[in-house]
């Protein structure tokens, strides 16, 4: 048997009325509108605050996130695991797992634009603990309810981690250089 075979039975084998309600609202937060809302408060909110760079980050990095996303989705092609077992209906193509690599995305973003921008330390250990914990339990959501294999999951972080990763260091801010005597 499959490594994503044995989690997806170890998964349909643990699931319960309750928790089955409680993971659906999860994966709901962690869907496209859910991150557009988000993304997109948090873009006017640094634009508002003069963070241009910071707004930049988000904004760019979830619309071209979205848009790598699709391509490796139909660059793989994986088809879903099958129903019964899926509780959720989708159309589109299984790898990598949209919600988890969107949420890497916007989670890393915020990641480093709290630590851009939030001074106090605490503060910031709370909300990098917050974003890690919550796209995790997005991804593991959707294995839960069937809509993904684990490596599509594990695909998805990695890929938005590393999508994330690029744009954070596209809008890092750079040192100033000295000029020098003959450039003066």
């Known amino acids: 048997m499959s490594f994503d075979q044995s989690v997806l039975d170890s998964a349909v084998g643990d699931r319960t009325p309750w928790l089955i309600d409680v993971v659906t609202v999860v994966t709901h937060s962690g869907g496209t509108v859910a991150a557009w809302i988000v993304s997109t408060?948090?873009?006017?909110?640094?634009?508002?605050?003069?963070?241009?760079?910071?707004?930049?980050?988000v904004a760019g990095a979830m619309l071209s996130g979205l848009a790598v996303m699709t391509t490796l989705k139909n660059l793989f092609?994986?088809?879903?695991?099958?129903?019964?077992?899926?509780?959720?209906?989708?159309?589109?193509?299984?790898f990598p797992s949209g919600h988890a690599m969107m949420t890497a995305i916007l989670a890393s973003v915020l990641v480093a634009v709290t630590l851009r921008v939030v001074l106090v330390g605490h503060v910031r250990i709370a909300l990098v603990f917050l974003l890690v914990l919550y796209t995790l339990a997005v991804g593991l959501s959707r294995v839960y309810l069937a809509a993904h294999w684990?490596?599509?999951?594990?695909a998805g972080w990695a890929f938005g981690v590393l999508w994330a990763a690029f744009w954070i260091l596209l809008t890092r801010t750079r040192p100033r250089r000295a000029l020098t005597s003959s450039e003066i």
């Open 41 to 57: 408060v948090l873009t006017i909110a640094l634009l508002l605050q003069d963070r241009r760079r910071e707004a930049v980050l």
């Open 77 to 94: 092609e994986r088809q879903r695991p099958p129903l019964p077992d899926r509780l959720v209906e989708i159309s589109s193509f299984s």
């Open 150 to 154: 684990m490596t599509d999951v594990l």
